[in-house]
């Protein structure tokens, strides 16, 4: 058996039956045997009991970093650690991904769900991806179109069977950057430099989300629901104060926070499972959580949600099952 404890941040004591470090392609033998899983540091993931087959750990490590005219090309190994890479970056003087700061989990991941805060997505600044089609072997790249980075949204996530294990990540980085200083919490602020604003990001997330080092947690749980002008007329009647953020595609985005909160879920303890007190979209381990506690906490969550607002909460975070990844209507 082989512990997946380190590889996922709620802290819970489940295995694998097999696991691999993959610190290069060679590591791996194809046809791998099936069932398989693809892992960085399970900071987006819920097991919700232990997976029968083989979890494929990415560690692979390196960057080079170019200067071509007014860009850096920066190629960096999937496995390495993102919060450290951006360090790396700032110290050679290469901004842009500072508003990322503090997200755990590794390069390789962040492309996976295009993640973002504070007004950047990792999908900026990427050129191209290196992969490896799991099912035979090979490997390719992908450049930033047919990574098709949406709203924590990407080609990976659309398409789990492709089987795509991201190697490598290629950025490019403008060699005179902007700062990104338009979100709550940066704009009038005396943000100098990226480096001001990398230590007023960590500040803030580490005022309102649980460090995984000592409360398991994934973050988010769930996403943001995206909702027609319909709805948002039905729910201002009742909440006139509900906060709502314009999408694209003429929809509207509410907090899922907010309507936790609101449904009166925040801060709330089920058995060893809770939601954080500062920001009730973060369900928590509050120690020997079991899977199942958490699983049943966030069904709790969202039928409150729903009970309250008639909206479906939807997890952000991967679930996955005795056989692999499943999907929400799965565990209803
Ligand atoms: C406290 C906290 C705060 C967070 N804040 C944010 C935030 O602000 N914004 C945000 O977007 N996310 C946030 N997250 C979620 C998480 O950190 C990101 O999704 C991160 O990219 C996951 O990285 P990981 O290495 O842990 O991936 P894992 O959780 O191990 O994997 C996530 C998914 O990516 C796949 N995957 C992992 N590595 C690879 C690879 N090399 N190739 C192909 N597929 C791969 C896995 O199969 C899985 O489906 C937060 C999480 C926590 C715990």
Redesign the pocket.
């Known amino acids: 058996m082989f512990s997946l404890l380190p590889?996922?941040?709620?802290a819970l004591d489940v295995h694998a039956k097999h696991g691999i470090i993959?610190n290069a392609l060679s590591d791996l033998h194809f046809p791998l045997s099936e069932p398989y899983?693809?892992?960085?540091?399970?900071?987006?993931?819920l097991f919700t009991e232990d997976f029968s087959g083989t979890a494929l750990?990415?560690n692979?490590r390196g960057l080079e970093i170019k200067r071509v005219d007014d860009e850096y090309m920066v190629r960096v190994g999937?496995?390495e650690?993102?919060d450290e890479l951006i360090v790396q970056l700032l110290s050679r003087g290469i901004c842009g991904l500072e508003n990322?700061s503090?997200?755990?989990?590794?390069?390789?991941?962040?492309?996976?769900?295009?993640?973002?805060?504070?007004g950047v997505?990792?999908g900026d600044f990427i050129d191209s991806l290196e992969?490896c089609d799991l099912s035979c072997g090979k490997v390719f790249t992908m450049d930033k179109t047919s990574c098709q980075f949406g709203y924590?949204d990407s080609y990976?996530?659309r398409h789990?069977e492709a089987r795509?294990?991201?190697?490598y990540v290629n950025f490019r980085f403008k060699a005179q950057p902007e700062l990104k200083l338009s979100y709550q919490g940066l704009k009038d602020q005396d943000l100098n430099d990226a480096a001001a604003v990398r230590e007023q990001v960590r500040a803030l997330?580490a005022r309102k989300?649980?460090?995984?080092r000592f409360v398991g947690?994934?973050?988010?749980f769930f996403k943001n629901p995206v909702v027609d002008a319909k709805t948002v007329a039905r729910l201002r009647e009742d909440y006139p104060d509900i906060p709502v953020f314009t999408a694209s595609g003429g929809r509207f985005k509410l907090a899922a926070g907010w309507l936790i909160d609101k449904s009166g879920c925040r801060g709330i303890t089920h058995g060893h499972a809770g939601t954080w007190e500062h920001q009730a979209l973060?369900l928590v381990n509050r120690g020997q959580a079991k899977p199942h506690e958490i699983v049943s906490l966030a069904k709790y969550v969202s039928s409150q949600v729903a009970m309250r607002f008639g909206i479906a909460l939807v997890p952000?975070?991967?679930l996955?099952g005795r056989g692999g990844?499943i999907s929400w209507e799965m565990l209803q």
Do not use: H, M, W
């Not at 590889?7 to 709620?10: A, E, H, M, S």
């Not at 590794?106 to 973002?116: K, R």
């Open positions: 590889y996922n941040t709620f993959i899983i693809i892992l960085g540091r399970g900071s987006d993931v750990i990415c692979i999937g496995g650690i993102l990322l503090a997200i755990p989990g590794t390069v390789g991941a962040a492309p996976i769900q295009n993640i973002g805060a504070y997505e990792i992969v924590r990976f996530k789990p795509l294990l991201v190697l997330r989300l649980p460090d995984p947690n994934a973050g988010s973060v952000e975070v991967r996955y990844e």
